[in-house]
Every structure is written in structure tokens, then in C-alpha cells.
């Protein structure tokens, strides 16, 4: 079993930045893939950043790119999410999220299939 706790969210303004955190605890080693999906009101999960924890390969959401930042702190079993530019269309509940995934998955790289574990998720609020 893997426990993840995310942190970090919060009220931010349009165009500002904000960083969530993802702390895993428990059997991490049985997963080589984490990520962060998000789900506003109304609407599906979508994948947002994905990265393989050997590897340190990473995946992105087209809505995303250059603007957020996925990266692991092997030390503490912490995986970060660097959003800059933040808008309202990202306002959501942001969801940490391990697994297992073989390269030859044939899931999507942002596909939430890919993932077993997930944490409870924390708020992000773009608004002035």
C-alpha cells in the first residue's frame, strides 16, 4: 500500500505562481510512475504532469506546457508541481497520484488507468 498527501494549494492570483507538494509514504517501491491530475466542477479528471520515478522522464498536458513543472526529491519521497502563470481555467482540486506503468503501456502517458494510488487532493483557486 502507498499513502500520498498532497499540500500547497490555495487562493492565488491570475498570473502568479503556486506549488503543490506530494509526500509518499508506505510501499512506494512497488510504483515507478507518478503524477498530478486535476478536476474542476462540471468536468472529467484530466492529466496534468506525469513523471517516471527512475527515469525521470515527464509528460505534460498541452494546456500546461511552459508553464508548469513536475520534478522528485528522492530523499523525502516528495513529488513537486511548479505552476506559473496560473489562470482561471486552473482552478481545480489537483490529485497526486503513483503506479506502476511499463514504457509499452497501452495507456496514455496522462491516462489515470497508468495509476492505482491516489491522495485526497487539495484546492487550487486562480482568481483576483
Known amino acids: 500500500e502507498v499513502q500520498l498527501v498532497e499540500s500547497g494549494g490555495g487562493l492565488v492570483q491570475p498570473g502568479r505562481s503556486l506549488r503543490l507538494s506530494c509526500a509518499a509514504s508506505?510501499?512506494?517501491?512497488?510504483?515507478?510512475?507518478m503524477g498530478w491530475f486535476r478536476q474542476a466542477p462540471g468536468k472529467e479528471r484530466e492529466g496534468v504532469a506525469t513523471?517516471?520515478?527512475?527515469?525521470?522522464?515527464?509528460y505534460y498536458a498541452d494546456s500546461v506546457k511552459g508553464r508548469f513543472f513536475i520534478s522528485l526529491d528522492d530523499p523525502s519521497n516528495t513529488m513537486s508541481l511548479l505552476m506559473s502563470s496560473l489562470n482561471s481555467e486552473d482552478t481545480a482540486k489537483y490529485y497526486c497520484?503513483?503506479?506502476?506503468?511499463?514504457?509499452?503501456?497501452?495507456?496514455?502517458?496522462?491516462?489515470?488507468?497508468?495509476?492505482?494510488?491516489w491522495g485526497q487532493g487539495t484546492q487550487v483557486t486562480v482568481s483576483s
Open positions: 508506505g510501499y512506494t517501491y512497488s510504483t515507478n510512475y
Open positions: 513523471i517516471y520515478t527512475g527515469s525521470r522522464s515527464t
Open positions: 497520484a503513483a503506479g506502476f506503468r511499463d514504457k509499452g503501456s497501452k495507456y496514455s502517458a496522462l491516462n489515470a488507468l497508468n495509476f492505482n494510488y
